[in-house]
């Protein structure tokens, strides 16, 4: 799907991700119909301000550093900052739980601390933070592996790094 629709990439993004997050959830203690819509509001929302498709498939800050490419389509800064002007962007329209705004401007933290814009680490995370960061991994990995790859394969490879803080409950 994301291949098909590379002009549409945030747009296809934003959705699985949110959609994928409400599934994470449901297998979980933290699922309710309010958990799910604050979900979908950060996954439609995540990646609001981001002007070019190819920043928003990239998987790291390193990615986007390394990237000469990417760095000519916005600033390294812009990129930086993108989680937090998308969270300001929610506080705006109303009727929008804060939490909302929370997982938007956290969705690139990372459980050991080396994510960004404020290297958190999982035990500064809130749980559905977790599951927003845990899903967004998850569709990246879908976007870069084969057709045919499983979640047994996703936590396989990833296991070590979200077996911490609330990522381990998930």
């Not at 291949?3 to 309710?32: D, P, T, W």
């Not at 690139?108 to 559905?128: I, R, S, V």
Request: hydrophobic letters at 40%; a negative charge; aromatic letters at 8%.
């Amino acid at each position: 799907e994301f291949k098909k629709n590379a002009g549409n990439y945030i747009v296809s993004h934003s959705m699985l991700v949110a959609e994928v997050a409400c599934a994470f959830a449901a297998r979980n203690e933290y699922y309710s119909d309010l958990t799910c819509q604050k979900l979908i509001y950060a996954g439609l929302f995540h990646d609001v301000t981001l002007k070019c498709h190819a920043l928003a498939k990239a998987k790291s800050l390193e990615e986007v550093k390394n990237n000469k490419e990417l760095l000519l389509l916005e600033s390294l800064d812009d990129y930086i900052a993108h989680p937090v002007r998308a969270a300001m962007i929610l506080q705006e329209v109303g009727n929008i739980p804060p939490d909302v705004g929370v997982i938007v401007s956290q969705h690139h933290e990372k459980p050991d601390g080396t994510g960004f814009p404020d290297g958190l680490d999982a035990k500064q995370l809130a749980p559905l933070t977790c599951i927003f960061i845990l899903a967004h991994e998850f569709v990246h990995y879908l976007q870069e592996t084969p057709v045919g790859s499983s979640m047994a394969d996703f936590l396989s490879k990833t296991a070590g790094a979200y077996s911490v803080g609330p990522f381990k409950k998930l």
